[in-house]
């Protein structure tokens, strides 16, 4: 049976039109949201769980915070779980914000294990991310900008592009997908609607304790630069808990952060 995925932007609505989608075909969520992998970050990737009642989902709290799950383990991951739901007659409805996850389990993409590569990450330590950016871009297209939104990232993507030139084999197969039957569902809504409710889930969540999950992670281990690299809520309030801003910077830097960010994501669905 064909994979229901419901896409749009944040604080758009997804989730409650998915869980509605679920009850009514008889169905099971598979999330499509990067940082919602992670145990213990709650509020800032807003996973509200209840939203959810008696439908079962995936692919939520698979991950201790602080390690980097990426596009290889999701597509494995939401694999089996599309097999397991369909294998139980049921409908696999895939939700979330991510879009490199939806677009590419979509499309079918298969990606080969990429071991790492200790030699090359040498050579490439202590360069900027602009020259990291200028060896990436001679390796392929840059389609993807969080391919270098971080020299740790970037580096990734490097290591990734040099082990398909040396096994052709393998990136053929990543770069010839075969696309699943799906049916896709935007949901979208008024701008200035999307930035009302941006900006006051963004106040009720802080009033909710957003400030003490971060400072909890911190003190239970989670290196503060684990958390940045999460971006958007991680980045900002690691910033204000470890004293390198202020509250009133951390929430209106945040905000437009939130906003930029919705924008993004408008542009890639």
């Avoid at 509020?43 to 991950?63: F, N, R």
């Avoid at 911190?218 to 801003?245: M, N, P, Q, S």
Wanted: proline share 5%.
């Amino acid at each position: 049976m064909p994979i229901i995925a419901v896409v749009g932007p944040t604080a758009s609505g997804k989730t409650r039109r998915a869980v509605e989608l679920a009850r009514a075909l008889g169905g099971e969520i598979i999330s499509a949201d990067s940082r919602q992998v992670y145990r213990g970050m709650d509020l800032g990737t807003g996973k509200d769980i209840a939203e959810y009642g008696d439908v079962p989902y995936h692919l939520i709290d698979i991950c201790p915070a602080g390690t980097k799950y990426n596009l290889y383990e999701y597509l494995r991951d939401a694999r089996a779980a599309v097999a397991d739901i369909s294998g139980r007659g049921l409908h696999p409805i895939i939700c979330g914000g991510t879009g490199l996850y939806v677009e590419s389990l979509l499309k079918g993409m298969y990606l080969p294990e990429v071991p790492e590569n200790p030699a090359l990450r040498a050579s490439l330590r202590g360069k900027s991310l602009e020259e990291l950016t200028g060896i990436l871009a001679g390796m392929k297209t840059l389609h993807n900008v969080t391919d270098v939104d971080s020299p740790q990232r970037a580096i990734r993507a490097i290591e990734i592009q040099t082990f398909y030139a040396d096994h052709p084999d393998q990136a053929r197969m990543a770069t010839s997908p075969e696309p699943l039957p799906a049916a896709v569902v935007g949901v979208d809504i008024p701008r200035d609607e999307r930035r009302r409710r941006i900006t006051l889930r963004l106040d009720q969540r802080l009033q909710e304790g957003m400030v003490a999950e971060v400072e909890r992670l911190l003190a239970g281990g989670v290196g503060a630069d684990d958390l940045i690299y999460y971006g958007l809520e991680y980045k900002y309030l690691t910033l204000y808990a470890t004293g390198r801003i202020t509250y009133q910077q951390m929430h209106d830097e945040l905000e437009t952060a939130i906003h930029q960010f919705a924008k993004r994501q408008m542009t890639w669905f």
